[in-house]
């Protein structure tokens, strides 16, 4: 018997109606994944350098200061899978944002369970910018989102700021 590949195989394989198990089957793991997938998130860091794991997780527990410990393994190539156990200390290190570890952006997206950790897009991260000399009766969203329309994409603008608008 000649060997075949696995995705020719694969090709051949139909569900059948009386294959009961297969849409619960399913079901159950999307139900999961929105359950287990909340308090998640998948970083990256954007570094050529080799990584110390204790040092990485011993600068993040100082930074994110969280109430509860998380945990992370390394999923690919710098690529780490964070488990919180506070749905809190996750969305506090989600809004503070724009994170590095030893001089490297550390960027973080939240867990999608059907991707695998190459499918993630790091190439993009939200970050505030703040406009200075910016005259105080001109301080506004409008405003704001001119002027940061000329830098990029603008996701959110507060004029409360005395000396400036961040974007």
């Known amino acids: 018997m ?3 590949d696995i ?3 694969l090709s051949r394989i139909r569900i059948a109606e009386k294959d009961d198990g297969i849409l619960p ?3 159950t793991w999307k139900q999961n994944e929105a359950n287990v997938g909340r308090l998640r998130l998948v970083g990256k860091l954007l570094s050529r350098r ?3 794991l204790n040092g990485l997780h011993n600068a993040l527990m100082a930074s994110w200061n969280p109430k509860h410990v998380f945990k992370f393994s ?3 190539e710098k690529i780490y899978l964070f488990q919180f156990f506070d749905i809190g200390d996750l969305n506090k290190v989600i809004h503070r944002g724009l994170w590095n570890f030893s001089n490297s952006l550390f960027i973080l997206k939240r867990f999608q ?3 695998t950790p190459e499918q993630y897009n790091f190439s993009t991260n939200p970050f505030w910018v703040r406009i200075f000399d910016v005259p105080v009766g001109l301080h506004s969203e409008q405003i704001g989102f001119m002027i940061g329309s000329s830098l990029g994409k603008v996701l959110e603008v507060d004029e409360g700021f005395k000396k400036a608008i961040r974007v």
């Open 50 to 52: 080799r990584v110390n």
């Open 113 to 115: 369970a059907s991707l």
């Open 2 to 4: 000649a060997e075949e």
């Open 74 to 76: 390394e999923i690919g």
């Open 7 to 9: 995705g020719s195989m």
């Open 25 to 27: 089957l399913y079901t």
